[in-house]
């Protein structure tokens, strides 16, 4: 089975949703000057307020979330490539790692990402949070004990603690249960793992089971499958941290993979399948998908958190499926899988 592509892409819609794939690095390392900290957002939704289903964009509110969230994810995607540059086999991996605290030590020295003024900056900003982390966690072991680096981790510690609450306390009620609350997870289980809090990772255990264990039977996610055309999309948007952030706890002692019925695995195998046959998510959605209707592309991004899944698990579906996108990576996910994950 190989990925399906479509033949128009509607990059100017879904460009927001992306996130930046890493590509192979040179071999000389350069290390760019940190962005000016990001510490307030305030951005709203990215979609007309009176649409339910959240698949029609309000341009104006798309184009401001886009404008907060950019020097942000353009900083993930740099310290991503500086800490692949730091774990790969070329020179001067020392600077490239470096180069990492020395960035994040700048955002922390202003907390950055402390002000987070509208519930949707506070829901968007678990991602990032992830992102920033797994960059810090490939290079945290190069790292020396300083100030910077206790400056950091209590930063990381932070903003997972400010994670958490919000998401017991006061997120809306879908956020709390659907691929937000995914991404939360992830990144709280990566800070809990960076700074050896168990607490975190008990409240990423249990975030994950909260999510998983509304899988249909079939293996689709209700709430996202309520998306519309974007249904099959916020699948995947789901999938991603839910499979990795499995993937990071099963090393500590937690089998997600098993819970609800191997819920996992069948959101999973509903991905595969929905590719493989269109009408199976337009059936539940009730509209054909953006992945088949010529706004969007499957890039290979998206498909990223399948480096880890293979490395626990024989599927030959998933391996042909992904074998087309060459190098799987994500800024958000710690960039080049390969490189986390091995093979």
Known sequence: ???????????????????????????????????????????????????????????????????????????????????????????DQQAAADCVLSGLAEWARVDALSDLGTINAQLSAPARIAGLAFAYAQVQAMLPQSAD??????????????????????????????????????AVARVGLTVKDPTMLEWADASVRRVVCEVAPDGSLPLEMARKDLALHYQLHAVAPLVITAALLQQEGHD????????????????????????????????????????EDLRGFEMAWAHAYLTLFYS????????????????????????????
């Not at 071999?27 to 000016?36: G, I, N, R, S, Y």
């Not at 603690?161 to 997120?171: C, L, S, W």
């Open 1 to 91: 089975m190989k990925p399906f592509r479509t033949a128009a892409i509607a990059l100017c819609l879904f460009q927001p949703l992306a996130v930046h794939a890493q590509d192979a690095e040179d071999d000389a390392f350069l290390c760019k000057p940190a962005p000016t900290p990001v510490v307030t957002l305030d951005h709203g939704s990215r979609y007309v307020a009176k649409d339910a289903s959240r698949s029609e964009f309000d341009t104006e509110s798309n184009a401001d979330v886009n404008e907060q969230l950019g020097p942000l994810d353009d900083f993930i995607s740099e310290l991503a490539k500086a800490a692949n540059h730091a774990l790969g086999k070329d020179t």
């Open 149 to 186: 680096r206790a400056l950091v981790e209590q930063w990381f510690a932070d903003r997972a603690r400010g994670t958490m609450a919000y998401f017991d306390n006061d997120a809306p009620k879908n956020a709390s249960r659907n691929n937000l609350r995914a991404w939360a997870a992830l």
């Open 256 to 295: 997600l993979f098993l819970a609800c019925d191997r819920a996992i695995h069948r959101s999973v195998q509903f991905v595969l399948a929905a590719f493989e046959d269109p009408s199976l998510v337009a059936d539940i959605a009730g509209e054909d998908q953006t992945y088949f209707n010529g706004k």
């Open 316 to 343: 030959p579906a998933l391996a042909e499926f992904t074998e087309g996108f060459g190098e799987l990576g994500n800024s958000k996910l710690g960039g080049r899988q390969s490189l986390l994950w091995g093979m």
